[in-house]
């Protein structure tokens, strides 16, 4: 099976989408899997991956992607494909999949993350010049609601929903396949290890509870509800709780605001670290009170590791917690209040350790490996579709 795989950037430093696409695309290789990738990244090809580097000209970011576009939908006619797979609109592709949600989508939760109307219409008036989020907007809703309609893989049920409220797409072209992970298993030692190590670098007792929260963009991922939680908990006392934040962002801003909340001395702001295995073996409990995420990495990293998770609706991974069972899954990013409770209950060693054990069972469910064996049949039933209608 050659399939050609369309994705503007396959550079894993790029962020949480890029490295399920790589972890993706070993596992399409490991099943054997032959693969034509159009991307303007420079990676190199290697056996079983052939990579098409499309060099782009333009000055903007717009101008590039729609270079690029244009490029690859030129290209994968050429290819000699079985099927191609554009993870980046492209007409002329068979499936889609929107790792990142539906653009749509994206912009409205992004507008969300203002909590006054007037920062949402300033935020809405920036917005309109990003002139590349238009572009890819334009492009995915000529493609979707257009006569060629491909498959689409929604990575959630979350994302599944956006097509339909955002494009009223059919159900019959839809595929749910939630997204996965591919986590390294450590050893009881090595997790040990760890936890001392990181612990002790910032200060924290064996017997604090440590809420670790891991993103690049602060405010969108509701580190800011973080912050006001933690805040509640230390005023009311009985819990001695502390967190750390890993992840690139303004962390002079943000430590200006525990500051004023009066947590600044509990809460660290760690910049982004190449062992994030580390502090989710330091961790006690993962915070995620994100405003979007189609399906984030870190809360099914989390699953996988058997640590409690707490996210909110606007996450697609949600699905793979059971709530009050294996984690909890809050209303809003804006309930505060809500996540200082849910920080009180996860306190208690015995119910942290039953939660544990809850989210440990569901690790077979967030795994890559799962996620490509039913990739791989949505492939084997559009060829066997495509064979029986000639």
């Given at each position: 099976m050659k399939i050609g795989l369309v994705v503007e950037w396959l550079d894993p430093s790029r962020g949480g989408a890029e490295r399920s696409t790589g972890e993706f695309v070993s596992q399409l290789l490991s099943r054997g899997v032959s693969l034509e990738v159009f991307t303007r990244s420079g990676v190199p090809s290697k056996p079983g991956m052939n990579v098409h580097t499309i060099e782009t000209t333009?000055?903007?970011?717009?101008?590039?992607?729609?270079?690029?576009?244009?490029?690859?939908?030129?290209?994968?006619?050429?290819?000699?494909?079985?099927?191609?797979?554009?993870?980046?609109?492209?007409?002329?592709?068979?499936?889609?999949?929107?790792r990142g949600g539906t653009v749509a989508e994206t912009i409205r939760r992004t507008l969300s993350t203002r909590r006054s109307a007037a920062a949402r219409a300033l935020k809405r008036a920036g917005m309109a010049f990003n002139a590349r989020q238009r572009l890819v907007l334009a492009k995915e809703r000529a493609w979707l609601t257009g006569d060629r309609r491909p498959i689409v893989i929604a990575i959630s049920q979350y994302v599944a929903?956006?097509?339909?409220?955002?494009?009223?797409?059919?159900?019959?072209?839809i595929r749910h396949i939630l997204n996965g992970v591919e986590v390294t298993e450590s050893t009881p030692?090595?997790?040990?290890?760890?936890?001392?190590?990181?612990?002790?670098?910032?200060?924290?007792?064996?017997?604090?509870l440590l809420l670790l929260a891991v993103c690049h963009n602060f405010r969108l991922k509701g580190v800011g509800c973080l912050i006001e939680a933690l805040s509640a908990v230390v005023r009311s006392g009985g819990v001695t709780a502390r967190a750390l934040v890993v992840g690139r962002g303004h962390r002079r801003r943000w430590g200006r605001l525990a500051r004023r909340f009066g947590v600044g001395d509990v809460i660290g702001f760690c910049?982004?670290?190449?062992?994030?295995d580390a502090?989710?073996?330091?961790?006690?409990?993962l915070v995620h009170p994100t405003y979007y995420d189609p399906c984030s990495r870190v809360v099914l990293e989390a699953v996988s590791r058997g640590l409690p998770a707490i996210s909110t609706r606007f996450d697609g991974a949600c699905e793979a917690i059971e709530d009050g069972v294996s984690g909890f899954v809050l209303p809003s990013p804006e309930a505060s209040d809500a996540l200082a409770s849910r920080i009180r209950i996860l306190a208690d060693d015995g119910v942290r350790r039953r939660m544990s054990a809850a989210a440990k069972r569901k690790a077979g469910l967030v795994s890559m490996q799962r996620h490509t064996e039913e990739v791989c049949g949505v492939y084997e039933g559009l060829l066997a579709r495509a064979a029986g209608s000639r």
């Open positions: 333009a000055w903007t970011r717009a101008g590039a992607t729609a270079q690029f576009i244009r490029a690859a939908e030129n290209a994968i006619g050429e290819a000699g494909c079985d099927l191609i797979h554009a993870l980046t609109p492209c007409q002329g592709a068979q499936v889609y999949q929107p929903q956006q097509l339909r409220h955002h494009y009223s797409y059919p159900d019959s072209y030692a090595e997790r040990a290890r760890d936890r001392d190590e990181i612990r002790k670098m910032y200060g924290i007792g064996d017997d604090e910049g982004a670290a190449e062992r994030v502090f989710f073996h330091a961790a006690d409990v």
